[in-house]
């Protein structure tokens, strides 16, 4: 793959003035599989202040000794290039951040603080490179290439120490075996850590928890993401009333459990690349049935569950510190999931009032939502007849007025 110009001026700039520089990090696991990486980084044996002097149009981030290099590249992804210092580390109190940050002599030093193996291999390219397709030579320490090519998600070292050092670690392995394509596995001694480790995620910030989960929900494979969390003991401190459906079975018409069932609608949003709205209420829309239940069997029923599970959701969002945006969105999308519409039995005043509830900007999410749930439930077509019929029937009430604002008339309209 072409090594863009901007990363190789840095490199050769540092090179020429005695410094070691080479590709680091996500990158170089991008470049083996033939993508072009979003953001370059660099890492080099030249401290902070040196990186700056070389380079004037910069920004510094002296928490990680990280300097942002300013280019005038026209591409997005190189206009800011990111150089670190060799670093090592030392503990971590808090199972995020370490307590200092050292620098390191050695690339080798700087590869084995790093996360998982595919995380932590470098490239260097020829020193006498004068091409856009430089001669490179990868720098592979921890077996990353062959785990790429193998699909497999491995810890550098001891896995328990790279968990208990950065308990956010354990999110992002799975994180990473659903983003980067299907079949991936995280390796036994890899899970077995993870699991071991699992309690430190309830130390970690819940805004960084989230970041990473709206990860892991946005992708292809979000409902292996979600079962991955559960048999990797991680989802009982995300989500824990997820996990409350394992096991409940339902009724009649339902051939899942409440968790399956969940999941399945949550695949189906996804496999339909539908928005981070509908994936979220998709895994959350029946998650107050396991506490409203009564009855077992066929005639099980699970009466209100829509009003317990909205309450449950915007708690749950609240903890996770989604913005009131969000949260507001998804509650409503949870709320009124169950709505009843059958063209012989329900006239257009109640699709009205469908929309004045649920608010005309969120109709379409909860159309999918339904669609996501009837999947989930079983059901062979998403969307049949009478959600049809309800599409056309919102589209001509859309264009009455909803409420009495709507029909105010103010000076501009006289």
Not at 308 to 317: E, H, P, R
Request: proline share 4%; charged share 35%.
């Amino acid at each position: 793959m072409r090594i863009p110009k901007e990363v190789q001026f840095i490199i050769k700039k540092l090179r020429n003035s005695g410094y070691e520089a080479y590709i680091v990090g996500g990158c170089v696991r991008d470049i083996l599989r033939g993508i072009e990486p979003n953001d370059w980084d660099i890492t080099t044996n030249a401290k902070p202040e040196e990186i700056q002097s070389l380079f004037p149009k910069n920004f510094y981030d002296n928490k990680f000794f990280t300097v942002t290099v300013l280019t005038d590249s026209k591409d997005p992804r190189l206009k800011e290039i990111e150089i670190t210092t060799y670093r090592s580390e030392a503990k971590y109190k808090d199972k995020r951040h370490p307590d200092e940050i050292k620098f390191a002599k050695t690339l080798e030093e700087d590869l084995s603080r790093r996360d998982l193996t595919i995380n932590a291999m470098a490239l260097a390219i020829g020193k006498d490179s004068r091409t856009l397709n430089p001669r490179v030579e990868l720098i592979d320490l921890f077996g990353g290439e062959k785990d790429l090519k193998d699909k497999i998600i491995r810890a550098v070292g001891n896995p328990k120490e790279r968990f208990s050092e950065d308990a956010l670690r354990m999110l992002r392995a799975v994180r990473l075996a659903v983003t980067l394509g299907k079949n991936w596995k995280i390796e036994d001694k890899t899970a077995s850590a993870i699991k071991e480790n699992a309690p430190l995620l309830s130390i970690i910030s819940k805004e960084r928890i989230r970041d990473e989960l709206i990860k892991i929900i946005m992708s292809k494979e979000a409902a292996s993401g979600i079962e991955q969390l559960r048999r990797l003991s991680l989802l009982k401190y995300i989500i824990p009333e997820i996990e409350e459906g394992y096991g409940v079975s339902q009724n009649k018409h339902h051939i899942y459990d409440v968790y399956h069932h969940n999941l399945k609608a949550l695949d189906y949003a996804a496999k339909r690349n539908f928005n981070k709205y509908v994936r979220i209420a998709a895994l959350l829309h029946d998650v107050g049935k396991p506490r409203v239940k009564k009855g077992e069997g066929p005639d099980a029923t699970f009466y209100n569950h829509e009003i317990v599970g909205a309450k449950m959701t915007s708690k749950i969002l609240e903890r996770l510190r989604f913005s009131k945006k969000d949260k507001e969105k998804i509650v409503k999308l949870v709320r009124f999931h169950l709505f009843y519409y059958n063209p012989d039995e329900v006239g257009e005043s109640s699709v009205r009032r469908l929309l004045r509830n649920v608010g005309p900007e969120n109709i379409e999410e909860l159309l999918q939502l339904r669609m996501a749930d009837r999947i989930g439930s079983g059901c062979p077509k998403a969307e049949p007849y009478k959600l049809r019929h309800l599409r056309y029937v919102i589209e001509k009430v859309s264009q009455d007025p909803l409420s009495v604002k709507m029909l105010r008339v103010n000076g501009n309209d006289v």
